[in-house]
């Protein structure tokens, strides 16, 4: 018998792993003793060693000439049928390791790995650092040597993002550090690496920012081409707004890039491999050339396949522009062939007609570097059907639809009035501080000041003035007042007369953050907007793209339902579904507003600017625009199933960015003053006739009642009225006015909006009393207010009112 607490019963028998321990009692059974932690550590780590040897055994060193190999990527129109294949090769010619210059491999080991020379290649911390985040789910991060750089470069073609993937990554870096010399790793990253634009490798990349060979490169482009290594989306100086119209625009990335490239050489001199006195001589940023589109996609097809590349790489999750480019994709795109060909017939024609580059008017030349741009969308989903990016994708680079820099000029107004019936304007009566908790819904019968040179105030009724205490008197076209003395005109008219003075005091008294908020709801981007604090900024000094006014128009005909322009429904990679669009509108605005809206524009199209955008049977709203100085002209308009824009401007494509610049357009196509009611909406005409044809002429909606009458006689700060009648609001004709305002009939007396009446072939100034359409009210480049409080100032304000083709409209 054994004593209390002892083992009971015969000796256990002897296990090869004692545990829980047999000969202990309680919680000493449970700790392990020091021989079994040593077996199990020597188990472990030898099983480690086993498994690393075997990996570093199995896996080879990278051949240079074999990675990131292409394959095609095919798309295909919305029908169906294949538009183009492109792909297939790499962008990337090999180049000896004595062709690269010194001061491109210096300026690498600057930027990215100071210790290159040195090290074995791998960085321990980096790759912990790499496997701790994936293992939590977030995104896999690059080697962080030049070394493992080249090797996940290398290894491109397998777009696993596993773990598995990491270590062989691992060590295929640790058996390159130590059998491969470090000039071969160098001359290997460099080929392989991607800069941008398209371009693998160093030579490729001086082919592509600097149309020269890789071993002219001087330090300092070597320097700037170093720094598009970290991310060409953002370091490319050129921009990728496109891809991210915030914080990858030309101004940022130019900004972004030049600070990177003076930091990389500073480093350099640090460093010891560039002397201050060569320092001393780079001190002027190395612009490169502007970036050249696929040569072998000509035509409209170029442009398309860049905006299904860039919808790719915003919607694909883990997409990049390296995977994309490596090829295998699939890609079911939203263009119609027939609308493609249709608009780009339509543009043609205007240009084949009009447009003569020689042509020199008062010693000169106007119609040199004219552009156009359009983009047709579907207003139910938001599908892009058609663009006009360009004459050729393989001559001029910027996709016109999708990224111009011109000003949309009194195509805005339209936003103006959405955010006035949606948010209301403020109550003069409680002043600065309570003002905001008061609004006033307006109706579209809502009584605005016309007078030419009338003087803006803030919504309380005082003076607005800017930093510098100056006033601002704004003009309407060719000096232009309406319905005097009392000057009074409703929101409608003032609409379709484009009438500067009364949309200025109307987006003062919403509030100017109301009215960006509007044309956000709408479909309009943060990176789209000018200052938003001056009064100008209602009258359209902001600078979207055609597929984004398009977009936000289609918004107002799907009665408030806002759809994100999209051009690509599907994609493939190798066979493997891995994108597929799904819709996903948004509430922009109460139907009432935005069927309110159409009811407004209607008329601009019925009566106004815009008459000749009119489709016999069927309705179609819109909005014409033009900007100070004539530097762009617009016309935005819909039918119930399709939102078209177009814009003409001339763009002085020059290859240095500093040096681009939009050019006035006084004379050009034999107009003495370019208008939206004329080329573009001719153009718009034209090819909206045939898009809609064999369509069913769907009507609007019947606009419901919506806010109240508010007036202002004399002043133009609104005050409430009585909620206005069903009749008073909304009528689907516009109501009489004082003022002698243009007729629609066909009497052989020139219409006030026809273009076409003695409008081309020579002065161009229509051959009316309503003036030539002179640069009064117009847009400016710097929305800067009047230094006087004299009528008739044109700065800082929007489009043209009035005038021949309408001015602003």
């Not at 990858?248 to 500073?266: C, G, P, Q, V």
């Not at 480093?267 to 060569?278: A, C, D, G, I, M």
């Not at 003569?356 to 579907?378: C, E, L, M, W, Y």
């Not at 309380?460 to 309406?482: C, L, P």
Request: with cysteine; hydrophobic share 30%; net charge positive.
């Amino acid at each position: 018998m054994v004593g209390a607490g002892g083992p009971q019963g015969p000796p256990k028998k002897k296990r090869f792993i004692d545990y829980p321990r047999a000969y202990k009692q309680g919680w000493r059974r449970w700790v392990p003793s020091w021989r079994l932690v040593t077996g199990t550590c020597v188990t472990f780590f030898g099983g480690l060693l086993a498994v690393a040897g075997i990996s570093y055994a199995m896996v080879g060193v990278p051949d240079i000439a074999k990675t990131a190999q292409a394959q095609n990527n095919v798309y295909y129109w919305a029908d169906g049928s294949q538009m183009v294949a492109t792909g297939g090769e790499t962008n990337r010619q090999i180049i000896k390791y004595a062709d690269i210059p010194k001061a491109m491999r210096y300026a690498v080991m600057s930027a990215e790995n100071k210790t290159f020379e040195t090290d074995k290649g791998v960085d321990p911390m980096g790759i912990a650092r790499a496997l701790f985040n994936m293992a939590k789910g977030g995104e896999t991060q690059g080697g962080s040597t030049i070394t493992q750089q080249y090797v996940k470069n290398a290894m491109l073609n397998d777009q696993s993002q596993t773990i598995s993937r990491k270590f062989k990554e691992l060590f295929v870096a640790i058996k390159v550090g130590q059998t491969v010399p470090k000039d071969q790793v160098m001359a290997g990253y460099l080929n392989s690496a991607y800069y941008g634009r398209g371009a693998y490798g160093i030579q490729a990349a001086a082919r592509a920012y600097y149309n020269t060979d890789a071993s002219k490169l001087n330090p300092s482009q070597c320097a700037l081409l170093a720094a598009t290594l970290k991310g060409a989306t953002y370091y490319d100086p050129a921009g990728s707004p496109e891809i991210d119209p915030v914080n990858a625009t030309e101004a940022k990335n130019h900004a972004r890039a030049e600070a990177r490239w003076s930091w990389i050489l500073d480093q350099e001199v640090k460093n010891k491999w560039l002397s201050p006195q060569e320092r001393a001589q780079y001190t002027k940023f190395p612009e490169p050339g502007a970036p050249h589109a696929n040569s072998r996609l000509g035509g409209q097809i170029g442009y398309l396949v860049h905006l299904a590349n860039v919808d790719i790489l915003k919607s694909v999750p883990g997409m990049t522009r390296q995977k994309l480019e490596l090829g295998g994709y699939e890609v079911h795109t939203t263009f119609d062939k027939s609308l493609v060909n249709k608009l780009q017939k339509s543009v043609q024609s205007v240009y084949d007609k009009n447009i003569d580059p020689k042509r020199v008017v008062n010693g000169k030349h106007t119609d040199t570097n004219v552009q156009f741009g359009g983009a047709s969308i579907d207003t139910s989903t938001g599908a892009i059907k058609a663009i006009y990016g360009g004459k050729d994708a393989t001559k001029h680079y910027m996709n016109n639809a999708d990224v111009t820099g011109a000003q949309v000029g009194s195509t805005f107004k339209a936003f103006v009035l959405a955010a006035a019936m949606k948010y209301g304007v403020r109550d003069p009566d409680l002043g600065p501080d309570q003002g905001e908790s008061s609004r006033t819904i307006v109706s579209p019968k809502s009584l605005y000041s016309g007078k030419n040179g009338l003087k803006i105030r803030n919504y309380d009724g005082t003076i607005w003035k800017n930093k510098e205490g100056k006033e601002w008197n704004q003009t309407n076209d060719e000096h232009e007042s309406f319905n005097p003395p009392s000057y009074q005109i409703d929101l409608r008219e003032a609409m379709r007369e484009s009438v500067n003075s009364a949309y200025v005091q109307l987006g003062m008294d919403v509030g100017l953050d109301k009215v960006k908020e509007a044309a956000m709801s709408a479909g309009l981007l943060e990176g789209n907007f000018a200052d938003s604090s001056y009064p100008s900024f209602s009258l359209g000094t902001s600078d979207p793209s055609a597929i984004r006014m398009a977009d936000a128009y289609a918004t107002f005909a799907n009665s408030g339902q806002q759809n994100e322009p999209y051009s690509v429904t599907l994609v493939k990679h190798e066979g493997e579904k891995v994108y597929e669009h799904k819709k996903a509108p948004k509430s922009a605005f109460d139907p009432k507003v935005a069927d309110n809206v159409t009811n407004v524009l209607k008329t601009v199209v019925d009566k106004g600017t815009g008459t000749h955008a009119r489709l016999p049977g069927r309705d179609v709203a819109g909005k014409t625009g033009t900007t100070d100085g004539n530097k762009s002209a617009w016309f935005v308009g819909y039918t119930k199933q399709l939102s078209t824009a177009v814009t003409m401007f001339r763009f002085n494509d020059d290859a240095n960015a500093k040096n681009r610049k939009f050019q006035e357009m006084y004379g050009t196509g034999g107009m003495k003053k370019v208008f939206g009611a004329s080329f573009p909406t001719k153009i718009w005409h034209d090819y909206m006739a045939g898009a809609m044809a064999g369509l069913p002429k769907l009507p609007f909606p019947t606009p419901q009642p919506i806010g109240k009458v508010v007036g202002a006689s004399p002043s133009p700060s609104p005050t409430p009225s009585v909620t206005a009648s069903p009749s008073d609001t909304a009528p689907v004709s516009p109501s009489a006015t004082p003022s002698s305002q243009p007729s629609p009939s066909t009497s052989q007396t020139c219409s006030k909006w026809d273009w076409t009446c003695n409008g081309t072939g020579g002065n161009g100034n229509g051959g009316n009393g309503g003036g030539a359409g002179g640069t009064t009210g117009g847009v400016t480049s710097s929305p800067s207010p009047s230094p006087s409080d004299t009528t008739g100032n044109t700065r800082g304000n929007g489009n043209s009112g009035g005038g021949l083709f309408g001015g602003g409209g």
